[in-house]
């Protein structure tokens, strides 16, 4: 057994949102979440599975059917609900944060382009958190895309995922005319906060740097420090389960 192995209530959620109804299987679904958990960790190669788990061609088969079918999409929006819902907070988030993450890129078959102010060459991570840093949505381009660009592909994803927020906190990457644009096309109230450094230094801004520490747990996961992902969707799917494993942990 290994540390980011499922505990069996953790399965019995999954299970009942995912598995509502009994049947047999060939393959033990439990251990296919495991390895995938174990491979987002580690950061290890899908061909580096330990033995103890199914063969990886297996797992990485299950992995693309189920991004395909946006179970991670479901687990992690169920997920979220049942810990708002644990911590007396509506299920539903109304106020969401956006920001983005420069990541580097980690081989020559990675998708990546070069952030010029960060000095960065990888790719950008656009997310969406509520006001605990919990994922709501995210969106990966290469590092190149100014936010401001990107912000409104983000909010298509959002929409689709939780229209129940209302309004968006953002930083100084997402002003001018960006603001109008997303509250007629989307009907999202965007608040642009400076963050300043002010006379007695930098100070931090509570509910927009909530972010930051999601971001903070992005890099606790190996296969997220650096972009290892030939495609976007995969990128992005990776940024979803470590998300999924973060709040099965909360529950």
Known sequence: MYPTDLTEAQWQYIEKVLLPQERRRKHDLKEIWNAIFYLVRSGCQWRMLPKDYPKWELVYYYFRKWSDLQEFDLLLSNLR????????????????????QSVKWGNNKALKGIDG??????????????????????????????????????????????????????DGGYRGELADNIRNTFGYVLQVIISGYQKHGFRPIAKRWVIERTFAWFDYNRRLCRNYETTFDSAEEMVKIASIKLLLNKI
């Open 81 to 100: 609900e049942s810990v708002r819902f644990k911590r007396k907070q509506n299920k539903e988030a109304s106020l969401g944060i956006i920001d983005s």
């Open 117 to 170: 102010n960060k000095k960065i060459k990888g790719i950008k991570r656009h997310v969406v958190v509520d006001k605990n840093g919990f994922l709501i949505a995210v969106m990966v381009t290469v590092a190149n895309i100014h936010d401001s660009k990107a912000a409104n592909l983000l909010m298509r994803v959002l929409k689709e995922l939780c229209s129940s927020v209302k309004t968006i906190i953002a």
